[in-house]
């Protein structure tokens, strides 16, 4: 059986584990203030071409998420997202469960736009009774969105300022931003990125590290007391090392960009496959998940060799599945796969 249903389905690049194994028995401090994690914190200012940035490490998204979130609210206050945003739809509650709202915004694409954004602000302060409402206070998108889609820099800058005209501060959830900085439909830089938002993330459990994400806050409110934030929502690891380490071996040389943009290569060739066939794609997606409309009888048959994730069935008689490549995709398996399709299709 062959996965494409997610990219977090294999370890770790063997650059990282060769530096835990190097490592293991190293004593240091705990809880993330040793020098792996400074040197890690250093490698991603230097991305970003910004040394007043924070850096923090935690180990999951959605940990990340809503510790990030829940920091920058007040109690009366919801973020706003998309109504596919992964905090919306794929975290259990889990930022209603810190007592914040999501404010979800309806989306073709899965992306917010400007004009959404003023509109769901302008809509709470125009109420008279806002007071009973919960209060627009932060905006959340991802980059790429959870369909694979990708915003612009002119449609991130627009969001950028019109948060910052409304008092709202901006988050990105990059959980896969690699594969969305990658992607050649992808027209901003991380430096482009980080100069505008007040926070985001860089994830690593999805894009060749065993786990682990690198928050990283802009906010001077957002930095005060954030490791206070961290340990009171578990999130402070005691091992704190081995997220340091991690991102020290994905970073230097370029290898966590290198195969991000393997990913995106391979996706996109079956996206071409697909749409060489005669199948359509439910998002434009340009990135490491691509989304065919199939047909049921065809699917059934792939699924005895071949893992997708179900996404939605805009008919009776086909499925829109999620096909996902990762940065440990071998080229093999792009071509079974379509050499599959053909010998499948029809019969």
């Not at 062959?2 to 690049?13: K, R, V």
């Not at 996706?267 to 065919?292: C, I, K, V, W």
Request: charged share 25%.
């Amino acid at each position: 059986m062959t996965h494409f249903a997610c990219d977090y389905a294999e370890g770790a690049h063997e650059s990282v584990l060769r530096r835990l194994l190097e490592t293991n028995l190293e004593q240091t401090v705990g809880y993330g203030e040793d020098a792996y994690c400074d040197s890690a914190r250093d490698l991603i200012r230097d991305l970003c071409q910004d040394d007043s940035l924070d850096v923090h490490f935690l180990v999951g998204g959605t940990q990340t998420n809503t510790t990030v979130i829940a920091a920058a609210l007040r109690p009366h206050q919801g973020v706003i997202a998309a109504a596919s945003g992964h905090i919306n739809v794929h975290e259990t509650g889990a930022i209603e469960a810190t007592g914040h709202k999501v404010l979800s915004v309806p989306s073709q694409d899965g992306k917010l736009s400007a004009l959404e954004v003023r509109r769901v602000y302008d809509a709470h302060w125009q109420d008279e009774t806002r007071e009973h409402m919960v209060q627009p206070g932060m905006v959340y998108l991802s980059q790429p969105t959870e369909n694979g889609t990708l915003y612009s820099l002119a449609e991130l800058t627009d969001l950028w300022e019109t948060c910052q005209d409304l008092g709202l501060l901006l988050y990105i959830d990059g959980a896969r931003l690699g594969y969305g900085l990658m992607s050649p439909a992808c027209d901003m830089t991380l430096p482009e990125l980080a100069h505008r938002c007040d926070a985001f993330s860089i994830g690593g459990t999805k894009q060749g590290i065993l786990f682990g994400e690198a928050l990283v806050l802009a906010h001077p409110a957002l930095k005060r007391d954030f490791r206070y934030h961290i340990k009171q929502r578990g999130g402070l690891l005691a091992k704190g090392r081995l997220l340091g380490l991690q991102f020290c071996a994905i970073l230097e040389d370029g290898l966590y960009f290198e195969l991000s943009r393997h990913a995106d290569r391979l996706a996109l060739e079956l996206r071409r496959a697909f749409e060489e066939r005669g199948y359509e794609m439910l998002y434009d997606s340009h990135t490491n998940q691509q989304y065919p409309i199939l047909p049921d009888g065809l699917l059934e048959k792939l699924a005895k060799d071949f893992a997708f994730a179900f996404w939605t069935k805009p008919d009776d008689a086909h499925t829109a599945v999620r096909v996902c490549t990762s940065w440990a995709t071998e080229e093999q398996a792009v071509k079974d796969l379509i050499c599959a399709l053909d010998r499948l299709d029809g019969t």
